[in-house]
């Protein structure tokens, strides 16, 4: 089982969306059936990944009952890892050796299928649950330049931190770029099902500080404090999320800046220095993402998440440029 398996149906769903074409939709129900039967596994966070970005997409598209019971069977593994005195969800059970009860920022992304769970249902604990996460994410895992921390240790018996720390960053107190765009798509997105200003005007301060550190191609470093020049690898998986996200919060505002700044993103990615030829790089759209680079994983290569959100922001921005 890996986080990232919903991401090429997802895209598979997003082609269908665009192009109509049935050869997408039974793809993506081909590829997203694989991994049905992880809809139970309660030993991770990233259900919301995996069923949301695949058959919450595709129920979305098709009304499929069996794609509904599959987004209401994962956000009821997914909660059970909500403890009530922290007041978030547990983002990973490894590293016991180094945190206790670790929530990391990715996990914001997590939160979408709890709020449709909601909607799905009726029940509301799905979209409770994803509100105290919000919120205790919001209190713990902001710099004052609002920045984020990638991982924040918390002690389950009292719900205060225990420590902050980075787990794919190149230091505990650096900007892990991808970590940005999670907390701006994150918090955007919580707007979108609450209409809570705080959410807005949180993914406001993102924004600002994202925006301010971009450079001349809008494509960022994996991380934004990465002084070394030999490892110096660029991230289109955070440029395309921070795309999505940038249209999305454009939607919320009318601040043209946010829609500038998408288009100037997704301007650079279709570039020959980032858009794969055609027939090459096995069917990836992108290239040039970091996975991990302190575990020496995915450097400098083609991801799936990429793409996905790269269509995504393609698509929002066709929606609004009608």
């Not at 993102?206 to 450079?215: D, K, M, Q, Y």
């Amino acid at each position: 089982m890996d986080w990232t398996q919903g991401f090429f149906p997802e895209t598979c769903w997003k082609l269908h969306e665009y192009t109509n074409d049935v050869k997408w939709k039974e793809a993506a129900h081909h590829f997203q059936n694989l991994f049905i039967d992880a809809k139970g596994n309660k030993t991770t966070h990233d259900l919301g990944f995996m069923f949301y970005c695949s058959f919450g997409e595709g129920y979305k598209l098709t009304k499929n009952e069996k794609y509904k019971q599959a987004v209401i069977d994962a956000s009821k593994s997914l909660i059970s890892r909500y403890d009530t005195t922290v007041g978030c969800i547990k983002s990973w059970d490894f590293g016991k050796e180094k945190w206790t009860f670790p929530v990391i920022i990715d996990n914001m992304l997590n939160l979408e299928m709890l709020f449709e769970a909601s909607i799905l249902t009726g029940d509301n604990t799905y979209k409770n649950i994803a509100i105290s996460h919000a919120n205790k994410t919001l209190k713990n895992h902001f710099r004052q330049d609002y920045s984020t921390w990638h991982v924040v240790d918390y002690n389950p018996e009292d719900g205060s931190v225990f420590k902050k720390l980075t787990h794919q960053g190149i230091s505990n107190e650096s900007s892990w770029a991808r970590g940005q765009s999670w907390a701006l798509y994150g918090y955007t997105m919580c707007y979108r099902y609450t209409k809570n200003p705080k959410y807005l005007e949180h993914a406001k301060r993102i924004a600002s500080f994202i925006t301010e550190n971009l450079p001349d191609d809008f494509v960022p470093i994996w991380d934004f404090d990465i002084k070394d020049n030999t490892i110096m690898h660029k991230d289109a998986s955070a440029a395309a999320l921070y795309a999505s996200a940038y249209l999305e919060l454009y939607s919320y505002t009318n601040n043209t800046e946010y829609k500038k700044l998408a288009t100037n993103i997704l301007k650079s990615l279709s570039t020959d220095k980032y858009f794969s030829t055609y027939g090459k790089n096995r069917g990836f759209l992108l290239e040039h993402s970091v996975g991990n680079f302190p575990r020496n994983t995915e450097i400098d290569t083609p991801i799936n998440y990429a793409d996905y959100y790269y269509l995504e922001a393609l698509l929002r921005l066709k929606s609004i440029s009608k």
